[in-house]
């Protein structure tokens, strides 16, 4: 289904990635500079309390993952940081789990269950 779409906005950075909400009746775009846009059902959600703010990033975003819930998701940058908004849990990042990691970070899954 289409719920809508940036096309008729401009960007102020390119459309990097996008993930359906619960239910399947909205989606989040993500942008490279870590805007994010709701459509459909999909909610509008918070920082998580846990997650180290946006600001904080070293890089472009690359990729997202909702929670089971569709409540929240996860992002991450090509520096390997993660940020978690709304419900969704932040379990830490490769960026701060392995020292002196320099690979480059393109996409992010979540665990089953």
Do not use: C, H, K
Not at 4 to 22: F, H, K
Not at 51 to 76: C, F, K, R
Not at 79 to 101: E, H, L, M, N, W
């Amino acid at each position: 289904m289409f719920y809508g779409s940036l096309g008729g906005s401009p960007l102020s950075s390119p459309v990097v990635d996008m993930a359906p909400a619960a239910g399947g009746a909205g989606y989040w775009m993500l942008e490279a500079n870590g805007t994010v846009a709701s459509f459909g059902d999909a909610p509008s959600v918070a920082p998580a309390a846990e997650s180290p703010s946006i600001t904080t990033a070293t890089s472009a975003m690359t990729s997202m993952t909702p929670s089971p819930d569709g409540q929240g998701y996860v992002l991450v940058d090509q520096s390997g940081q993660a940020f978690s908004y709304g419900d969704a849990p932040f379990f830490g990042d490769i960026a701060a789990t392995v020292p002196g990691y320099s690979g480059r970070v393109v996409g992010i899954a979540a665990s089953p269950g």
